[in-house]
């Protein structure tokens, strides 16, 4: 049974490799069926925002800056005692990676379809940390077609676009050992070339990932039920990380609330209600819902 991997904290020195496991699928078309092959094609370059907080409280004010602690099952679990590196290794690993092995655990889950959950996921949560933000593209920015295309927002004092560039993969060497064999990928990006001016995004649904896909994680032992999947409140994390699962709701519900003017601290996440998500106004001393619901 699949369990959700452990991760090694982000390196300062050296880089640091992270592999989505339904990548694997991929490498099942080519050792396993005549009709579907996988070949390395593109690849793409980010430049993440710093972890830090918005440097205004006037609500239109949205610097894209990440913030671990914004996903609701990360309320009160990201650490500041810890490094960023490990910070965002423990949310890669409790939100992104959990998730994923969550869907593929799923008695539903089609392996055999030629889109993987990674990538939706992995933007899910730039998305979910504040990271990214979209748009829908101009008639000037798409082709004509039945399905939205987005864009990142525009570059702005507020907005700092993530993905800068997509480029061809256009060498891969396969070598062959007497005990071993792996493949090389080399990746290139002339000195000459800038960033990709305009990069299209699709919000794509099938069997595996769709609007509405609700994943509840009931283990055996209730104490794991907080605990990233198949995995035991007991475990000791080879390097210190976090094993608290990051969901998207602790309370299998959360809303936008309803702005009141008098609201006061002690009815901001009442337990039946879930998690209202507000923010706050130290000018007027209240909590109203934010730009973010829109």
């Given at each position: 049974m699949s369990a959700t991997p452990f991760i090694r904290p982000i390196q300062n020195q050296g880089g640091t490799f992270y592999t989505?496991?339904?990548?694997?699928?991929?490498?099942?078309?080519?050792?396993?069926?005549?009709?579907?092959?996988?070949?390395?094609?593109?690849?793409?370059?980010?430049?993440?925002?710093?972890?830090?907080?918005?440097?205004?409280?006037?609500?239109?004010?949205?610097?894209?800056?990440?913030?671990?602690?914004?996903?609701?099952?990360?309320f009160g679990e990201v650490s500041s005692s810890k490094t960023y590196n490990n910070m965002l290794a423990e949310s890669l690993q409790n939100y992104v990676f959990n998730l994923e092995t969550m869907i593929t655990s799923r008695p539903e889950y089609q392996s055999d379809k030629l889109l993987t959950v990674s990538e939706r996921i992995f933007f899910k949560w730039l998305k979910e940390i504040g990271a990214i933000r979209f748009r829908e593209a101009t008639s000037q920015e798409k082709n004509s077609g039945?399905?939205?295309?987005?864009?990142?927002?525009?570059?702005?004092?507020?907005y700092s676009r993530v993905v800068k560039y997509i480029g061809d993969i256009d060498?891969?060497?396969?070598?062959?050992?007497?005990?071993?064999?792996?493949?090389?990928?080399?990746?290139?990006?002339?000195?000459e070339h800038g960033n990709t001016p305009l990069i299209c995004f699709r919000s794509i649904s099938d069997e595996n990932y769709f609007p509405g896909l609700s994943?509840?994680?009931?283990?055996?032992?209730?104490?794991?039920?907080?605990?990233?999947?198949?995995?035991?409140?007991?475990?000791?994390?080879?390097?210190?990380?976090?094993l608290q699962a990051f969901f998207d709701s602790d309370l299998n519900s959360y809303g936008d609330g309803i702005p009141n003017a008098n609201i006061s601290i002690d009815d901001i996440n009442p337990p039946s209600e879930g998690y209202q998500l507000f923010k706050y106004n130290k000018l007027l001393s209240n909590y109203y819902t934010g730009w973010w619901f829109s």
């Open positions: 989505f496991s339904s990548a694997a699928e991929d490498l099942e078309f080519t050792f396993n069926t005549i009709n579907k092959k996988f070949y390395f094609s593109k690849f793409a370059c980010l430049n993440l925002p710093d972890i830090k907080r918005p440097e205004s409280d006037h609500a239109l004010l949205k610097e894209n800056y990440i913030q671990l602690d914004v996903i609701p099952g990360a039945s399905y939205p295309i987005f864009v990142e927002e525009d570059e702005s004092s507020l060498m891969v060497n396969s070598v062959k050992l007497t005990n071993d064999s792996f493949t090389e990928i080399y990746i290139n990006i002339p000195n994943i509840t994680n009931h283990q055996s032992n209730p104490n794991n039920d907080e605990i990233i999947y198949n995995r035991s409140h007991n475990d000791t994390h080879p390097y210190s990380l976090s």
